[in-house]
């Protein structure tokens, strides 16, 4: 028999319904299962495997500079659900975003090549949090974030609500999966391309999702972190 296709509504953090992605209902529901029960194995083993190195790195940040070793912030995740992302804090504790929010805006307009998201020589990052961002290591308490269904092992970075609003109607097709820690723009370049080759990408994978995409993106992330290649 003929799967019939099932059509996915995006919803982003603006309330439009983006462009739907039209999917096989029965390959698309073993597919997400299949995910999800992958995540959680994978999210859970590492959480507890990384232990010792998370209690490392959350001593070292308090000792680097006050506040607390943990960053929380919104982001937007599938269909323009809200959630709170957590990270390792590589800023101090007292900044705002107001520079972040100017600085992508015009990255939006010319699409630049640049360290994505990062306002360069930005000085609200720390001497702890410059070295974090470099090994990708305040990546990892969005094991946690994966635990919680918020983001997947593999899919788009999960972008921040402020963003949201400069998106052109082909960009929302990124909202139809779930972010993920890793994705097809950290595997292709990552701050060597510009922010739209970063939206390109994840419309790209949001279109051709399956598990061997999603397999192969993690393996070719294991040499791009411990290389660094592409870090900024």
Same mark, same amino acid.
């Given at each position: ?43 859970a083993a590492m959480i507890v495997a990384l232990l010792p190195v998370i209690l490392i790195i959350g001593i070292a940040i308090h000792l680097d500079s006050p506040g607390p070793c943990f960053y929380r912030g919104e982001r937007v995740g599938r269909f323009g659900r ?79 609500? &402020?963003?949201?609003?400069? &998106? ?30 970063? &939206?390109?990408?994840?419309?790209? &994978? ?27």
């Amino acid at each position: 028999m003929a799967t019939e296709p099932m059509t996915l509504p995006v919803v982003t953090a603006m309330g439009s319904v983006a462009q739907p992605l039209d999917r096989p209902a029965q390959s698309d529901a073993l597919y997400l299962f299949l995910k999800r029960a992958f995540d959680i194995l994978v999210a859970a083993a590492m959480i507890v495997a990384l232990l010792p190195v998370i209690l490392i790195i959350g001593i070292a940040i308090h000792l680097d500079s006050p506040g607390p070793c943990f960053y929380r912030g919104e982001r937007v995740g599938r269909f323009g659900r809200r959630f709170r992302v957590v990270k390792f804090r590589s800023m101090r504790a007292d900044s705002d975003n107001a520079a972040h929010a100017a600085f992508l805006h015009q990255l939006m307009q010319d699409g630049t090549t640049c360290a994505i998201y990062k306002v360069p020589s930005d000085p609200r990052v720390t001497r702890m949090g410059k070295f974090l961002r470099r090994t990708s290591l305040d990546e990892l308490p969005q094991l946690w974030n994966v635990l919680c269904g918020d983001m997947s092992l593999v899919g788009p970075r999960p972008d921040v609500p &402020y963003a949201i609003a400069d &998106y052109a109607p082909w960009m929302q097709r990124r909202l139809a999966v779930t972010p993920g820690v890793t994705g097809l723009w950290q595997v292709s370049g990552r701050s060597r391309l510009s922010l739209l080759d970063m &939206y390109r990408l994840d419309v790209e &994978y949001a279109e051709h999702a399956s598990l061997a995409l999603d397999l192969s993106i993690l393996f070719k992330t294991i040499p791009v972190v411990l290389t660094r290649d592409g870090a900024a």
